[in-house]
Structures are given as C-alpha cells and as structure tokens.
C-alpha cells in the first residue's frame, strides 16, 4: 500500500495552516454578523463563564485588567499546540487530524450557538471555520498526497487576507464613531465643583476624581461591546404596569443631572485599586421606573448587558429618592469611554458594582428574587452587595524605604451612603492616632486622610481603620473578597534609615 508519510515539519505545517485557516475563515463571517461570533473569541467568552470562581479571583488578583490577553494568548498557546499535534498524528494517514480540527470546529459552534444575545445565525461563523479547517486540511493532507511548499504559503496568504478583511470589516462597525457624534453633554443639574481641600494628592492621596483613562475596568467581555447610539434601546420589563422602552436620543433629550460617585469592585481586596470616583451624568433611574409603574411584590431589578451579562438589584435601592441611582450616559464631562458601557450604564451608589452598576445596559426586568439568578450570583458571590466600610493606605508605599523621623501617611477611606466618620492609622502594635480629613464631598465618594507619625530607624508596620457614619468601625477581622467583598485593615511594612 502506498501509504506517504510526512516529514514532520509538513506535518505540523498541514495542522496549523489548517487552523489559522479556521480561524481567519471564522472571523470574515463573525465580522459581517456579529463580532462576538468569532469562534476563537466565544470559545474564551465561553471560558471566562466556565472558569470556576476561585481560579477567576485568582485571574483577577494576579492579572488585573490583563487577565483577558493572558486568556487569548494562552488560547493561542494551546490551539497552536494542539494543530501542530493533530499535524504530527496525521503523518500516516490524514484522519486523525481531519478528526481532532473537526472537534475543535464543534467546540466553536457549541461556544457560539450558547452564548446569549448572538442570535442563531451567528453559528454561521464557527461552521465557516469547521469546514474550512477540514477543508483545507484534507487538502493539504489527502490521503495519498501532501501538498507543495507553494500551496502552504497560499494557504497562509489566504488566512491573512481573510483575518485582515475580517478585522477591517468589524471595524467598520466600531462604535467609537458613533461616540464622538454625540457632542456635549450638558446637565441641566451640574456637581458640584470638587474643592482644592477635597483631595491631599499633594501628600501622596489620588486626585478627588479619577480620569476615565484611569477608572479602574472590571468585567467579562473579552473585546469592549461595540454599541452605536442609533442602534441601542433600553427596554423595561416584567412586574411593571406598562412596558416602556427608550432609545438614546429619548434619554438624551431629557434634563440630566450629574452625580459624583464613588465605584467599588467586589473582588477589591483590603488595599487593592478597584475603586475610582467620577462624574456621572445620566438621568434618575427611579423616573424611568416609575414611568413603568413598578408592581407590588417587585423585589430585584434584573439588568442585561448586550454582551448578555446580567446584575440583580434591590429595587428598593433603584427606587430610593435619596440613593440617586442612575442610568449614566456621561462620565467626567464626555459620553461614557467605551469599556465603561457607551451608550448607557447603570450607576448605583453604596452597593459593589457587580449588583448594581451594569453597563452597555440594554433590558431591565422588574422580577423577585426567586425568579431569576444574576451572573455572579450563580457563580457563588451574595445576593445583597453593599459596599462595606473601608480604608486604603497610599503612602509610603509598602516595602518602601523612608527617612526616620517625621513620616507623613495619606490614603483614601469609603463608606458609600454611609459616610466616612473618622479615619486612625497605628504604627506597630502602638495606639491609634486619629488622621486628618479632606472635606466630605458626599456620603456616596471616598474621603481622602493624612497623619503625621514619628518613626525611628528600622522595620516597621502601619495599619489604617476607618469608622464610619453609623458608628461601624471597621473590623480587624480578614475576609476574602468571595461572596460579598473583602474586610480586615490594610497593613503595609517599610524601613525606616
Ligand atoms: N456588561 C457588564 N457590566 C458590568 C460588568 C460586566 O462584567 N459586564 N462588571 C460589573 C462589575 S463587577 C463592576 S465592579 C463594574 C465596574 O465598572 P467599570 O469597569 O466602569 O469600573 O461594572 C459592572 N458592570
Ligand atoms: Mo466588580
């Protein structure tokens, strides 16, 4: 029997042009349907919502905002590992290899055809991608032939051109045009101007409001929902007496006001950096509902993302005139930066943002809470999510080397809704000192502090509590950031020479 067997560079050759193939193929057709149908971006979509909670904090933790590319260049890993094994076990006969590019072909369908707010002609994308890697694999592996040098490079030269026409084609649909079209947004209700004593940057606090560019970003989506304002509407729905539904120049048109917020992250551990305050502008969230008519009985309000995300509110809290949710269409001046939910947000002051701050919001369900599980309820973190009482260290820096004598000590504190109280740092096991406070702007943003300690040479520790409006004052005891956000004092060690 005339059976060829492969040189193993061919092999692997025949495997990864295969693939890149696949992909390239799949990401022509996701981009004329729908970005999010680009089988090697459901698959990691797929694998975020798989992951378990505990190797996701972890994610988190260690990879902060770049979790995402350490996801997609791992998949990348692996998927090139993978082809160049399928090549290597097709170098007798071109099966094995037809079966496992056809495995992974189905692994981009089931990722597509599960992934909620795709439709069901998104499958078309990952079906390109499984014919095509077959297809071209059995062409460059068939069963009696291996294909010339030349037909690899088509073969490679095609993928390109498909990727690249595919990326340019998506991008056509950015949303980043449809954003700077906005043009100003003015509320009729301004903030506040924040004061020159509502911040110590100058002794090492961060500025009062945080530039969007720095605004810390938390969420799942692995590329940033690209939602034109023509193309967005927010529709309310369920225990409602009318349903009602708003497209962006309705909410637009509206007078807005502007709130200055302090956002908080769950997965924010004692001193971590997943809180940033801003500006919001956007209209009361309780007038939208009311519009509605919200039911008795009406527990939870159930928000979706258009990337299919969802968060579970108190509709107590979205109803409550002196909590002043919003639903935000500005941040700090300008139409809302793309990762933090152009067109439109929700902003709930005092609870964490996974209950409460949904962006690229696109339904609200007026529901109970037995009727439906948020996101990362079902994932194991709490249904009830307010923000709890607490306070960072921001200078010195821990393990940072200082001057002895007089050292001086700023953070930041936070109780949303609450109010910050008093703020008391402690160097070593010594008393505590009460810290100088900036001036309150509102119980819903942090208070930035100052103290100043007297430090002989050597090792030492200085731990910070905050005591909030309502007395609490902030517990010695360690909590992690699962089910309902992290407790305990923020601690850092220095030297002092
Ligand atoms: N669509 C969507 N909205 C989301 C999330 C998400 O993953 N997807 N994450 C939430 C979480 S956990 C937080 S803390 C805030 C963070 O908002 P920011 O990225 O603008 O700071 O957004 C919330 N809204
Ligand atoms: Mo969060």
């Known amino acids: 029997m005339a059976q060829t067997s492969l040189r193993a560079w061919r092999a692997v050759a025949c495997g990864v042009l295969a693939l890149l193939a696949a992909l390239a193929a799949g990401h022509l057709v996701a981009a004329l349907i729908n970005v999010g149908a680009s089988p090697y971006l459901a698959v990691g979509n797929a694998a975020i919502d798989l992951t378990p909670l505990p190797l996701k904090d972890f994610a988190v933790r260690t990879f902060g905002t770049h979790d995402k590319q350490v996801l997609l260049g791992g998949m990348a890993v692996v998927l090139l590992g993978a082809a160049a094994l399928a090549g290597l076990a097709s170098r007798r006969s071109p099966w094995p290899g037809t079966v496992v590019i056809a495995l992974f072909g189905l692994?981009?369908?089931?990722?597509?055809?599960?992934?909620?707010?795709?439709?069901a002609v998104a499958v078309l994308a990952p079906l390109a991608s499984l014919v095509t890697g077959v297809l071209v694999f059995r062409g460059l592996r068939g069963k009696e032939t291996v294909a010339s040098r030349r037909s690899f490079l088509i073969v490679l030269a095609g993928s390109a051109v498909a990727g690249v026409a595919g990326q340019l084609l998506a991008s056509t649909k950015d949303a980043g045009a449809s954003?700077?079209?906005?043009?100003?947004?003015?509320?009729?209700?301004?903030?506040?101007?924040?004061?020159?004593?509502?911040?110590?940057?100058k002794l090492g606090t961060p500025p009062f409001l945080t530039p969007n560019r720095d605004f810390y970003r938390v969420d799942t989506a692995l590329t940033v929902p690209q939602v034109r304002t023509e193309d967005w509407s927010l529709r309310i729905s369920g225990m409602v007496d009318r349903e009602r539904a708003y497209r962006y120049q309705d909410i637009r048109g509206r007078p807005l006001v502007e709130r200055t917020i302090t956002m908080t992250c769950v997965s924010n551990e004692v001193g971590g950096p997943y809180v940033s305050t801003a500006n919001f502008i956007g209209v009361d969230l309780a007038d939208l509902l009311r519009e509605a008519g919200v039911r008795p009985g009406a527990e939870q309000l159930f928000s979706t993302s258009v990337d299919g995300w969802t968060s579970g509110t108190p509709v107590a809290d979205a109803l409550d005139p002196t909590r002043g949710a919003m639903l935000a269409i500005g941040m700090n001046g300008e139409p809302l930066p793309l990762e933090h939910g152009f067109p439109a947000r929700l902003v709930i002051p005092g609870l964490y943002g996974y209950v409460s701050a949904t962006k690229w919001v696109t339904r609200l369900e007026v529901t109970t809470w037995q009727a439906k599980q948020a996101y990362w309820l079902q994932r194991g973190w709490g249904e009830q999510a307010p923000i709890k009482t607490q306070s960072r260290i921001d200078t010195p820096k821990g393990f940072e080397t200082v001057p002895a004598g007089t050292l001086r000590v700023a953070g930041v504190a936070w109780a949303q809704h609450t109010g910050i109280d008093q703020v008391e740092v402690r160097l070593d096991n010594g008393p505590w000192q009460r810290a100088i406070l900036s001036r309150e702007i509102t119980v819903d943003t942090w208070r930035m502090w100052w103290a100043e300690l007297s430090v002989t040479p050597g090792a030492h520790q200085i731990s910070c509590r905050a005591k909030d409006k309502r007395g609490y004052v902030q517990t010695a005891e360690r909590a992690g950031t699962v089910p309902d956000g992290a407790t305990g004092w923020h601690t850092i060690s220095f030297v002092a020479k």
């Open 107 to 119: 692994v981009g369908v089931a990722a597509v055809a599960t992934r909620p707010g795709l439709g």
């Open 179 to 201: 954003r700077a079209a906005v043009g100003p947004l003015v509320p009729a209700r301004r903030a506040p101007a924040i004061p020159a004593d509502a911040d110590f940057a």
